[in-house]
């Protein structure tokens, strides 16, 4: 039995497709993985924990940890106190992470 993917993973797809393409044109030297990772933190609809993505990825904690840390330290990426939680950190796209990622569709767009 077949299950329709969501919307939302759906246009997780379509984008990591784009990002494929156009990912190392940009000033960020971004994998495609921790491109991934922006995407999840972007499209997520809930609070983004290491665990869903990591989880999400498909990927061990540890791995995705480095990931966020390389996006942090490139300001596309924030890292927030869990206000449910405080032994938990919760990750959140800042408002460069979303022009970065705006942009690469913008690029795709005008190659077309």
Do not use: N, W
């Amino acid at each position: 039995m077949d299950i329709e993917p969501s919307a939302k993973d759906a246009e997780l797809a379509r984008l990591c497709r784009i990002l494929e393409r156009v990912g190392e044109q940009h000033r960020y030297a971004l994998t495609l993985k921790q491109l991934t990772v922006l995407l999840i933190c972007y499209l997520s609809d809930q609070d983004c924990t290491l665990r869903m993505i990591a989880v999400r990825l498909g990927s061990a904690k540890p791995a995705v940890s480095r990931m966020l840390e390389h996006l942090i330290e490139g300001g596309l990426i924030e890292r927030l106190a869990d206000p449910r939680d405080r032994r938990s950190v919760l990750f959140q796209y800042t408002p460069a992470g979303q022009k970065f990622l705006r942009g690469i569709v913008t690029d795709c767009d005008d190659e077309r």
